[in-house]
C-alpha cells in the first residue's frame, strides 16, 4: 500500500491472516507524512523558539556522518545530505527549539530495520518537526510530480530465480530471510500474483469440520458463551473448531504440492475474508487445519458465497 501525502511509503506485507498490509518481515514503518507534532503539556514552560527554521535534507547521495544540513555533498565530500530518515530523525532532537523540516530527495530508501518516531521526539507546538518529499531540486515542493516521491521500503531485492518451462519463474529467498512472512512480490515496481488455485474464481468447500448448530442449547456451554452474540439471522451457532479448517472436495487440495507448508488460503464468509496458512492436511478424510483460526466459523452463513475459498503460493 502506498500512503503519498508527500513521501510514499510502500507495505509489501499482510498481517497474519487478515488483510491488511502492516509490516515487511519484521518491519513496520511509523511515519507521519505531514507535521509530527507531539504537544507538551501546558503545564509545562514554553522554550524559546528561533525564527528561522532548520533544514535537514535525506539523499541517495547522503552518509549518515555528516550533518544534514547542505542539500547536496560538498566539493570536498566532508558534509552534506545524510542517506537516511532515521538518521535525520536523530539529528532534529538537537534543534528541539526550532522548527525543523526533514526534506526527502527523491530515490529509493530500503529500510533495514524499524523506523520508529516515539515520545523521546516530543517537541513543543512551536517548534514542530516536519517530513517532507522533494522535487529534486532540494526545496520541498507542494505539488510534486508522483514520480520524483521518495519511496521508503521494506522489501528485499531477489535475483536468484528460475524460469520454468511454461514461462514462470520460481524464485528463491535468501536464507537470512526464510521463515519470514513475505507474501508479495513485486518486478520493476508493478505487483505480480503468485501461483493461485483455481488461476480465476474460487474453490468452494464442501462442509465444516463439525456441523453447525440449529440452536445455541446443542453447543457446549464455552462454545455457546463465545457465539451467542453472533446467533442472529443468516448466522448458525457452530463449534470452535470450525474457525480452524473445513473439509475440501477431493481434488481441489493436492497430495502433489511439494510447499504446502509455504502456501496460504483465502477464504471468503460472506462480506469476512481472512488469510491462513496451512497446518495440516488429511487426504483420507479431505480436511485442512489452519495455523490461524478464521473471524467467522466455517458454516455459519449458509449462502453459496460463504463458501468460497482459493489457495495461493503452490507449486503443481
Given at each position: 500500500a502506498?500512503?503519498?501525502?508527500?513521501?510514499?511509503v510502500e507495505f509489501r506485507s499482510r498481517n497474519s491472516y487478515v488483510h491488511s498490509c502492516t509490516n515487511m518481515a519484521g518491519l513496520f514503518v511509523c511515519v507521519l507524512m505531514s507535521t509530527f507534532l507531539l504537544s507538551r503539556s501546558s503545564a509545562l514552560e514554553k522554550p524559546a523558539v528561533d525564527v528561522v527554521p532548520l533544514k535537514l535534507f535525506v539523499s541517495t547521495e547522503g552518509n549518515d556522518e555528516w550533518s544534514g544540513l547542505l542539500p547536496r555533498p560538498n566539493?570536498?565530500?566532508?558534509?552534506?545530505?545524510v542517506a537516511t530518515v532515521q538518521q535525520a530523525a536523530l539529528l532534529s532532537k538537537k534543534y528541539t527549539s526550532v522548527a525543523v523540516t526533514v526534506?526527502?530527495?527523491?530515490?529509493?530508501?530500503?529500510?533495514?530495520?524499524?523506523?520508529?518516531?516515539?515520545?523521546?521526539?516530543?517537541?513543543?507546538?512551536?517548534?514542530?518537526?516536519?517530513?517532507?518529499?522533494?522535487?529534486?531540486?532540494?526545496?520541498a515542493a507542494r505539488r510534486p510530480d508522483p514520480a520524483t516521491f521518495p519511496v521508503l521500503t521494506g522489501s528485499m531485492s531477489i535475483t536468484?530465480?528460475?524460469?520454468?518451462?511454461?514461462?514462470?519463474?520460481?524464485?528463491?529467498?535468501?536464507?537470512?530471510?526464510?521463515?519470514?512472512?513475505?507474501?508479495?512480490?513485486?518486478?520493476?515496481?508493478?505487483?505480480?500474483p503468485c501461483a493461485r488455485k483455481p488461476n480465476a474464481g474460487y474453490l468452494y468447500w464442501k462442509s465444516p469440520l463439525q456441523p453447525c448448530a440449529s440452536s445455541l442449547s446443542e453447543l457446549d456451554p464455552q462454545t455457546r458463551?463465545?457465539?451467542?452474540?453472533?446467533?442472529?439471522?443468516?448466522?448458525?451457532?457452530?463449534?470452535?473448531?470450525?474457525?480452524?479448517?473445513?473439509?475440501?472436495?477431493?481434488?481441489?487440495?493436492?497430495?502433489?504440492?511439494?510447499?504446502?507448508d509455504e502456501a496460504w488460503i483465502n477464504v471468503f464468509a460472506a462480506w469476512d475474508a481472512t488469510w491462513?496458512?496451512?497446518?495440516?492436511?488429511?487426504?483420507?478424510?479431505?480436511?485442512?487445519?489452519?495455523?490461524?483460526?478464521?473471524?467467522y466459523a466455517i458454516g455459519m452463513f449458509e449462502a453459496p458465497s460463504g463458501r468460497r475459498y482459493f489457495v495461493e503460493n503452490v507449486l503443481e
Open positions: 502506498r500512503v503519498a501525502i508527500q513521501i510514499v566539493p570536498a565530500g566532508s558534509d552534506g545530505p526534506v526527502i530527495e527523491s530515490g529509493t530508501y530500503p529500510l533495514t530495520s524499524t523506523l520508529s518516531l516515539d515520545q523521546s521526539y516530543r517537541r513543543s507546538p512551536e517548534a514542530p518537526l516536519t517530513f517532507s518529499g522533494c522535487a529534486g531540486n532540494g526545496t536468484n530465480h528460475t524460469r520454468l518451462n511454461d514461462g514462470n519463474y520460481i524464485m528463491y529467498v535468501p536464507a537470512s530471510h526464510r521463515g519470514m512472512n513475505i507474501t508479495q512480490v513485486f518486478v520493476n515496481g508493478q505487483r505480480e458463551d463465545r457465539v451467542d452474540w453472533r446467533a442472529v439471522a443468516g448466522q448458525l451457532p457452530c463449534p470452535d473448531i470450525d474457525r480452524y479448517g473445513f473439509v475440501f472436495d477431493a481434488g481441489d487440495i493436492s497430495s502433489a504440492w511439494t510447499n504446502v491462513h496458512h496451512i497446518k495440516s492436511i488429511d487426504f483420507d478424510k479431505h480436511t485442512v487445519m489452519f495455523k490461524e483460526p478464521s473471524n
